[in-house]
């Protein structure tokens, strides 16, 4: 019961994280839009971190005991739609999130940076995925 419980908190924290992704789409404020680019570099160093898994995802999965190493947002995805792939999920996730970084460095007139990044996170997870 400790665990559903538990589960259902962190499913919450992980919606309210994926929605979250909404903001520079919906605020012109400086203010938000920085504390959003706080945000994004927490994630991604996270991302970085766990070697393109969400620290989220590790401890959704661990309390749950799904012994999968699932993406929750695709666990979230087939619940409602069974037959979606990983990989459009992925495309899917990685598109709405570049999206994000691009409008809120742009929004921030640092649009440069959030090319870069773009690139430098794709080349990470080439390295990674190469040493699998």
């Known amino acids: 019961m400790y665990n559903n419980f538990l ?5 919450v924290i992980h919606t309210i994280a ?14 938000i839009l920085k504390l959003y680019l706080y945000w994004l570099i927490f994630i991604y160093a996270g ?5 393109d ?6 401890i959704e999965n661990n309390v749950s005991n799904n012994s999968s190493d699932e993406w929750a947002l695709h666990l979230y ?12 999920t992925a495309i899917f996730f990685y598109w709405l999130n570049y999206t994000a970084l ?10 440069h940076l959030g090319i870069l990044w ?5 080349f990470f997870k080439t390295l990674i995925n190469t040493n699998k």
């Open 18 to 31: 994926f929605l979250s992704v909404i903001i520079p789409f919906v605020s012109n404020n400086k203010f």
């Open 118 to 122: 773009v690139f430098f996170y794709e």
């Open 53 to 58: 898994k969400c620290w989220l995802s590790i």
């Open 102 to 111: 691009i409008l809120v460095t742009y929004k921030l007139d640092m649009l």
């Open 47 to 51: 991302w970085i971190f766990f070697k």
């Open 77 to 88: 995805i087939t619940k409602i739609f069974p037959n979606f792939k990983k990989k459009h």
């Open 7 to 11: 589960s259902t908190i962190l499913a």
